[in-house]
């Protein structure tokens, strides 16, 4: 089965610099991947997304790389804010037609002013 | 986008009595919907997939007869939690696609806080 993780589980930036949030997947046959960003007491909320054959893909501020080959991704946000503190999610589809997703422990990302 | 809305948002109940969860979704027809588990500090988990007018696909781990899903509409599934113990406490959150959509099309609602007591 798919097992997501992530590398670090918080992240403390100061305010107006990169972010750089990891995740890593297991399942070489995974095709599609997701980043949500959750608040806390609400749902997730879809940030960006990428797909297996591309490697790079770009947002407003928000930046995904895919490395299929050592299954890593990361998402970069760029000039973060205040607003931007919440807790990251990376899903993963497991492809084959599957819409399920599994997703990563997550980080927390807090911005300091 | 599209709009998924949960009642209640929160729901404090005793242990051994029932609660049901509903998921909407308020502008779109939803062919399938997810029901997810969120644990403090944890990732979610998806329970089970919902599909309307069928009956729901459990994940492993996951008591169908302690967590009842109805799909019996377009717009509405519900998630009851039969005999709620205080382990049964969580944030349940649920997700709706329609036919046709792309994965990055899963519209999570805000999430129901159950407290057992």
């Known amino acids: 089965g798919e097992s997501v993780g992530l590398h670090l589980p918080t992240l403390s930036v100061q305010e107006g610099d990169n972010s750089i949030i990891n995740c890593a997947y297991s399942?070489?046959?995974?095709?599609?991947f997701i980043w949500y960003k959750q608040e806390s007491g609400k749902g997730p909320q879809f940030i960006i997304d990428i797909r297996s054959n591309m490697d790079k893909r770009q947002g407003q501020r928000v930046t995904v790389l895919l490395n299929k080959t050592v299954k890593h991704l990361s998402l970069q946000i760029a000039a973060t804010q205040p607003g931007d503190s919440a807790v990251y999610f990376c899903?993963?589809?497991?492809?084959?037609?599957?819409?399920?997703?599994?997703f990563g422990k997550g980080t927390k990302l807090s911005v300091i002013p | 986008g599209a709009v998924v809305s949960q009642h209640p948002s929160w729901v404090i109940c005793k242990s051994g009595t029932s609660v049901k969860i509903e998921c909407r979704s308020l502008d779109f027809q939803a062919t399938t919907m997810f029901w997810y588990r969120q644990f403090p500090k944890q990732s979610l988990m998806l329970m089970a997939t919902?599909?309307?007018?069928?009956?729901?696909?459990?994940e492993q781990g996951v008591e169908k007869d302690k967590f009842l899903i109805n799909h019996a509409s377009l717009t509405l599934s519900t998630l009851t939690v039969t005999s709620a113990h205080p382990e049964d406490s969580s944030f349940y959150i649920c997700?709706?696609?329609?036919?046709?959509?792309?994965?990055?099309?899963?519209?999570f609602g805000p999430g129901t806080r159950l407290t057992v007591l």
């Open positions: 899903a993963v589809s497991s492809g084959a037609g599957s819409y399920q997703l599994t």
């Open positions: 399942n070489s046959a995974s095709d599609y």
């Open positions: 919902s599909n309307e007018g069928s009956k729901a696909t459990y």
């Open positions: 997700s709706a696609l329609t036919s046709g959509m792309s994965y990055n099309e899963q519209f």
